[in-house]
């Protein structure tokens, strides 16, 4: 006996309907498929393969059904091909992270480098001309308002705030920074 025909009386019936199926119904259920998904051959191609995987499963119903197999094939691939279409529509499209990382980020580092040159150069002003300028300046209070609090006339107030700013600009310059 020869090795062929050793295999083919070994297969199963379920093997050849699936055999049969297959050679009839695959070519003509690709090309109504690929309609179905615009094309898309990696596509069309599952759905082919899991339309068959379902008639495997079916196989006893599918042999002593009349007549031609082919109706339930396109059927089942039909609603294979909703299914995944509505399954693609229920979740959100993925996006591909890449260009993400193109978009620069705010950089944080030179906001806490300015931060620290200017509490640097704060800390070089005398203790009147520190707190005026505080006083005025990060916590915007007029000049009027800046007196009361400090205990000084408005006029000290704003020589002082004057001197201070002058002060800052030339220790500021001597850290290399400008404008």
């Known amino acids: 006996m020869r090795k ?3 295999v083919a ?14 050679e009839e119904h695959a070519g003509p259920l690709l090309a109504f498929v690929l309609r179905l ?17 379902r008639a495997w499963r079916n196989a006893g119903r599918l042999r002593g059904a009349p007549g031609s197999v082919r109706p339930w ?4 691939a039909r609603r294979i091909v909703i299914d995944n279409h509505r399954s693609r529509q229920a979740r959100p499209r993925e996006v591909d992270p890449g260009p993400l990382e193109l978009i620069p980020a705010a950089d944080e580092i030179d906001r806490a480098l300015r931060l620290m040159t200017i509490s640097d150069a704060l800390g070089d ?55």
């Open 73 to 76: 094939l396109v059927t089942v």
């Open 37 to 53: 998904v615009d094309g898309d051959r990696q596509r069309a191609e599952d759905v082919v393969q899991e339309t068959l995987l």
């Open 125 to 179: 002003l005398t203790e009147a001309h520190r707190e005026a300028l505080i006083e005025t300046y990060f916590r915007g209070r007029t000049v009027s308002e800046a007196a009361e609090v400090l205990g000084v006339p408005a006029g000290t107030v704003r020589s002082r705030v004057f001197y201070a700013l002058r002060s800052m600009k030339l220790s500021l310059e001597e850290r290399g920074v400008t404008a």
């Open 4 to 6: 062929d025909a050793a």
């Open 9 to 22: 009386d070994r297969t199963s019936p379920d093997e050849d309907l699936m055999r049969a199926l297959y």
